[in-house]
């Protein structure tokens, strides 16, 4: 490794500098009996070799085969995740897109596992975050949410409770300038306008009201329950998981 190191211009055991480096790399100079040893995977090579250097395996060109089938492996990658993009507030994950995923390096696990859903994938790997309890909050909303019930009828009470509104009647002074205003008017426009979301949802309300079934003060402002830093949570996990490949290839 020494000599391609040097032939590739790399510092040994420095992740920054080896994340960008292909397999065609390797077989270029003469590094194809090398990979074979370790299931022709550059990236499990590298971890093998240096495995006390803070690999992120999920910026390699290709990751690792198989590493996206652990949700502690999952998980480390979102908790980095947050922390390039700034995340300090639980509300900050509903901003999550699929744009943030593809910038990062996150698509495959997006789709392999997720279906193409942030929102899944929240609710997945960070389930203390409880996302899905305002799942009208995400960039992208949810496909189960425009269908279900109970969902729409928990936002009308949100929206009440937000906009101090104590009766059917009092909707009619509600825009969806006024819902934009708040962040949520995406679900309203999705069913064609508020009207039309009360006439299909606000009986609904009334039934889940009157079983004491829905809660009209949900709070927005939940802990933020990681309380180590975010970068710090996901750098030791992937820790964990770059010993766990290195070990394998021993």
Known sequence: MAWLSARLGRAEGEPEQWYSVTTRDFMAHHGSGLLRAYGNSYPRLLMALYPLAPWLPWRFTTTPTGYWESKENQRAYMLWLGAQLGYGKREDWYALSIK???THRGLGLLHLHYGGSPSALLAATLPELHLDSEPWRFAKLPDHVRSSAVAMARL??????????RSRRDWQRVSLSALRELGLHSPFVALGGVESTLERYYSTLLDMRAQG???AALSLSLPFPLSLDLKQQGQALADVAAAEIAAANL
Not at 156 to 165: D, K, N, S
Request: glycine share 6%; proline share 0%.
């Open 100 to 102: 943030d995923l593809e």
């Open 156 to 165: 009308l009470a949100h929206v009440e409770h937000r906009l101090g509104l």
């Open 213 to 215: 079934t829905v809660d």
